[in-house]
């Protein structure tokens, strides 16, 4: 079979075994990525070619040099596949799909795994719990929200990963000081009531329509108050045969049907309100989760995130059947924390239950796994207490809003 064309964006580095294994599936892979990652340890064996953007910011290309750049590489090549690696990517891909006519998640669709109104909006019509929300387009609209829904309340931009840019606010004044103060920005943000709560993740793949795998875990610090407070980032697995796993397979896959994903990798949030117990819909994305949370995943399950959704995307593209191995019924914990060391001493650390330590700079970064859920947890709680005594280091929150 002829080899296939696909195209990876990337305005962060990562997808590395993603493209490695579309390689090895004997796939052409190009990436297209920022000119500030060129050093970067790109999987330069596995692509055929390698195009750089200029950012004109983090992450922000120049749409319009974009499209032209791909109708010049669209010339000699003719491209099957184009995948977006990262959150800030999404609708880059889409529209490149949509102008190249490229199969696959167009600028419509896009919207329910990238923008976070768009997706509540879809929630609330098809029945998922969310948590009281508000467009901020309209003064009145605005006004209404806050008079019927009591604070706190939190304004997020509808465009940013994870917890960046989230700002929590307690009564009416410093609020409207805060939008007035977005001017021409002001379209990028939703209000939302503020709801207490455990906060969890679902990382899942999908073929076909049919989600094929799901792996549930809890936060123990939620990415929000890391975000604002800094500390420690801590995630456990929870085991298959929990109720919260189930309730969290189940609205998991709804949100997928209901948003309209086909295919590919998902990470997908929800909270457990802390007043009434009900589980809330938070956000969804069609991509990897961050954070080295596929390294907890795999630790877990035995099932490389990356790895498969490549094997899916080369599946819908040959056309061949795609079957997943059967997961692994194990716990797995991670933990990451800000240290003032650049490459910090693990000895301390060291333990049979870890998987691996994650090389990251100026960060403590942990894998751990066993049978037990106890013992993930209490080595989290070790390293937490050995991370907090004298390694922590804690840097200030950078506010985006009015920026």
Not at 381 to 396: G, S, T, V, W
Request: proline residues 4%; charged residues 30%.
């Amino acid at each position: 079979m002829e080899a296939k064309i696909i195209v990876c964006l990337a305005s962060y580095f990562k997808g590395y075994e993603f493209m490695d294994e579309m390689h090895r599936l004997g796939n052409r892979v190009i990436l297209l990525t920022s000119d500030n990652l060129k050093d970067k340890n790109w999987p330069h064996h596995a692509l055929e070619d390698i195009f750089f953007m200029a950012e004109e910011r983090p992450s922000v290309w120049n749409l319009s040099d974009m499209v032209k750049g791909f109708s010049y590489l669209m010339q000699n090549r003719k491209v099957d596949a184009v995948v977006a690696l990262d959150d800030y990517d999404v609708e880059k891909a889409a529209l490149l799909r949509e102008t190249f006519r490229i199969p696959g998640m167009g600028q419509t669709a896009h919207r329910y795994f990238r923008d976070k109104l768009a997706m509540r909006q879809m929630a609330k019509l098809n029945h998922i719990d969310v948590p009281e929300f508000s467009a901020i387009f309209n003064n009145e609209e605005v006004n209404d929200f806050v008079e019927k829904v009591p604070a706190p309340w939190v304004l997020k931009p509808r465009s940013e990963a994870s917890a960046t840019g989230i700002k929590k606010i307690s009564n009416k004044d410093d609020l409207w000081e805060i939008i007035n103060s977005l001017g021409d920005e002001r379209h990028k943000y939703l209000l939302e009531s503020f709801k207490p709560g455990d906060v969890y993740h679902v990382d899942s793949l999908t073929y076909k329509n049919k989600v094929v795998f799901t792996s549930a875990s809890k936060y123990l610090a939620p990415p929000m108050q890391i975000s604002h407070e800094g500390g420690i980032f801590r995630s456990i697995t929870l085991g298959t045969d929990s109720e919260e796993f189930k309730a969290l397979k189940d609205a998991n896959a709804k949100v997928l049907k209901d948003f309209g994903l086909a295919n590919g990798a998902t990470h997908t949030e929800f909270i457990r309100g802390k007043d009434d117990g009900k589980l809330y819909f938070l956000e969804t994305s069609s991509r990897v989760g961050g954070a080295h949370i596929p390294e907890m995943v795999e630790a877990a399950t035995g099932i490389n995130l990356w790895k498969e959704w490549a094997k899916i995307e080369d599946s819908l593209l040959k056309n061949a059947d795609y079957e997943i191995a059967e997961p692994t019924a194990l716990y797995s914990g991670l933990i990451i924390a800000l240290t003032k060391n650049q490459f910090p001493d693990y000895t301390e650390f060291e333990c049979n239950e870890v998987v691996r330590f994650l090389p990251i700079d100026y960060h403590v970064g942990i894998v751990y796994k066993s049978k037990s859920e106890n013992t993930v947890r209490e080595k989290l709680d070790e390293a937490a207490e050995k991370i907090n005594d004298h390694l922590l280091n804690i840097l200030p929150p950078k506010d985006q809003l009015g920026s």
